[in-house]
């Protein structure tokens, strides 16, 4: 079992920046792929950005390549989504997921998800 809580939004100007923390509890965080997804209201949750086990891997979604980095921490059990140049668009709520795949773009791919953390962007 892998409990994971978000942190780290809130109500941010367009072009500012956030960083997304994500705690795991448990002893077996490094052996799994994290990914980061978002949704919007009234819209699907979507794929934003993954990592793998070791953290030398990552994956991104079009939309938000250049922008979003991800990154973990295997000793501190973390893993961490920069934002940076927010936009209006970027307006979600993020959730975090851990996965014993690798680190893929599919949400059926993660078996741990996260509350969520708001992420408001104001123009």
């Known amino acids: 079992q892998v409990q994971l809580v978000e942190s780290g939004g809130g109500l941010v100007q367009a072009g500012g920046s956030l960083r997304l923390s994500c705690a795991a509890s448990g002893r077996t965080f490094s052996m799994y792929a994290m990914g980061w997804f978002r949704q919007a209201p009234g819209k699907e949750r979507e794929f934003v950005a993954a990592?793998?086990?070791?953290?030398?891997?990552?994956r991104y979604a079009d939309s938000v390549k250049g922008r979003y980095t991800i990154s973990r921490d295997n000793a501190k059990n973390t893993v961490y989504l920069q934002i940076n140049n927010l936009k209006p668009e970027d307006t979600a709520v993020y959730y975090c997921a851990a996965g014993l795949v690798y680190y893929s773009g599919s949400s059926g791919s993660y078996d741990y998800w996260g509350q969520g953390t708001q992420v408001t962007v104001s123009s």
């Open positions: 990592i793998s086990v070791s953290g030398a891997r990552t």
